[in-house]
């Protein structure tokens, strides 16, 4: 059935995973369940540097502690890189990405200078062809970023992008939704040693997968603006969004990896049933 309802799971093995993981991979899971849909589990590990076997295991037995069952196989971006790389010749093709070399700091740097202060997106543009070549033949490294320019250009503005938010924005924002990419600045796609960056390996995967709906944190509501663009360059459909509230801990602040002790492993060396964070999360 074409309609079928088709959500994902998609963490990164960086880290193990914490109370925000697990609001997340429910609320998914059980949507799909819900809708008699499908929940698919999707391993973002495309950073080889952060990613472990270690994290990819215990998210897996996480997830399994958690009641969850997901679809075989489990598609690991780390071994389709050549479909990122074709999105990427794709956009470069036509001009709408270019080689950045200039590093976080000077960006920042950039940024604090600027007339209106840090709220700026940046952006920057290509280098004039023979700095470029230069620092290219010199070995300098470099990221592939999104041209916003190029890209307004190409679609002749951002006006008519928009999605459907079915959950709910940091602001309260659902329905359908104006898409401003332009919060993002000129995103990297792509750096130098990895290949391929995280918003345009998940806009190929949630094509590819026919994700119908994306359910996630708000704290990815300013992502989907950007991929909402990147699908409309690339041509692939576009899910509705759920987007949903965050966890805080204790201290008032969001559950993050730096929070060790907060780790489901953590919880499940405690013995702490699952059924009691479900509660916890208002889900039963
Ligand atoms: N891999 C991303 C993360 O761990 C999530 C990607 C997504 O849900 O789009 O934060």
Known sequence: MADRFVTRFAPSPTGWLH?????????????AQSRAGRFILRIEDIDATRSRPAFEEAILTDLAWLGLAWEQPVRRQSEHMADYRTALDRLQARGLVY??????REIAEDIERAPHGAMEAWRGGPLAPDDEARRLAAGEAYAW????????????????????????????????????????????????????AYHLAVVVDDALQEVTQVIRGQDLFEATHVQRLLQALLGLPTPTYAHHRLLLGPDGRRFAKRDRAETLRDLRAQGVPPAQLIAEFGLD
Do not use: M, Q, W, Y
Request: charged letters at 25%; hydrophobic letters at 40%.
């Open 99 to 104: 080689r950045c070399f200039r590093t976080r």
């Open 19 to 31: 109370r925000g993981h697990a609001f997340s991979a429910l609320s998914a899971f059980r949507a």
């Open 145 to 196: 970023r999104l041209s916003l320019d190029a890209a307004a250009r190409d679609l002749g503005g951002f006006g008519a992008l928009s999605f459907i938010e079915r959950g709910n924005g940091p602001n309260h924002e659902t329905g359908l939704i104006a898409a401003r990419p332009e919060l993002g600045g000129d995103v990297v796609l792509a750096r130098k040693d990895v290949g391929v």
